[in-house]
């Protein structure tokens, strides 16, 4: 008995097959428009990286020297001991001295002068060759200090969930650049440059700054009986533009599938990445009792 399909069987039969090479088609482009790359990461060449500050506060002035690691490396950057490294004031050459508990830190000598309104010179000379190289230099100016403030206000904003600082005080006319950081209770809360706040002046030059928001905190990092005290730098532009690519290179991108921005500048000669800043700062502190920070 010969069995035979009815025009249902067949119509299911060709939903069925155009379906297959609807899927085969999709595959086939998808294989036509795409290519794996396998990016070769060359985890052997490194570069010299290099973190240096002088100001007229002892405690903040260092100069950091590591290795870059590898881009999958999940271990902490090798520092670089025995480097001779001196800075100019622009008067006179002081050497730097490695310190003995962290190596690769070396410190300024007891003698050294911070004269505002000088350029600076860094040298580094290293023992063993890094990236090509074992002489670096760098050069910096710093600018002088000319905002006056009055105080500061910490406050909590409930609709952004965040404690805010806010700065009262006279900014004077013509071009400026300032870095803002925190300390609670006497320690450091912007201690990583993503947490740094800069700013230029052009929307405030010349005018008093009456409770402008300088920085934002989560709940947890600043509670009531909190002293905070907030530290504010004049910076070069150079400097501001170099956190400001730093910070766009931390944070995500968006649209999502954005192209990567332009490499960070440095200041630092021969290849060797990181920057040589001189900043002259001044401070103003708040301790949070409670009263009026809701608003």
């Not at 405690?59 to 490294?85: C, R």
């Not at 993503?194 to 934002?216: C, E």
Request: aromatic residues 14%; negative net charge.
């Amino acid at each position: 008995m010969t069995k035979t399909k009815n025009k249902y069987g067949f119509r299911y039969i060709a939903g069925k097959f155009m379906h297959a090479v609807t899927i085969a088609l999709i595959i086939f482009a998808f294989q036509a428009c795409t290519e794996r790359i396998d990016i070769k990461i060359d985890d052997d060449f490194q570069k010299l990286a290099v973190e240096a500050y002088v100001t007229p506060n002892p405690d903040a002035q260092f100069v950091k020297l590591t290795k870059t690691s590898g881009y999958f490396s999940q271990e902490a950057p090798e520092p670089i001991s025995e480097a001779v490294v001196s800075v100019n004031n622009g008067n006179d050459t002081y050497q730097w001295n490695e310190s003995h508990e962290n190596p690769g830190f070396y410190l300024p000598p007891e003698e050294f002068e911070v004269i505002v309104e000088n350029e600076y010179n860094l040298t580094i000379d290293l023992k063993d060759e890094i990236g090509g190289a074992t002489h670096y230099e760098s050069t910096a100016y710093m600018p002088r200090f000319e905002a006056l403030i009055d105080s500061i206000r910490v406050i909590w904003r409930g609709e952004f969930n965040s404690w805010i600082i806010k700065l009262y005080a006279y900014e004077p006319a013509g071009p400026d650049f300032y870095m803002f950081n925190a300390l609670r209770n006497g320690e450091l809360i912007t201690d990583s440059i993503s947490r740094v706040q800069v700013s230029d002046d052009i929307l405030i030059d010349g005018m008093y700054l009456n409770g402008i928001y300088t920085l934002f905190f989560y709940e947890d990092e600043l509670a009531i009986g909190d002293t905070v005290t907030m530290v504010i730098s004049s910076i070069t532009e150079d400097h501001y533009r170099f956190v400001s690519e730093a910070q766009t290179e931390l944070f995500p991108k968006v649209p999502i599938f954005s192209g990567p921005p332009a490499n960070v500048r440095s200041n630092i000669s021969n290849g060797a990445v990181g920057y040589f800043a001189t900043f002259v700062s001044d401070t103003s502190t708040n301790i949070i009792d409670g009263s009026g920070i809701w608003e």
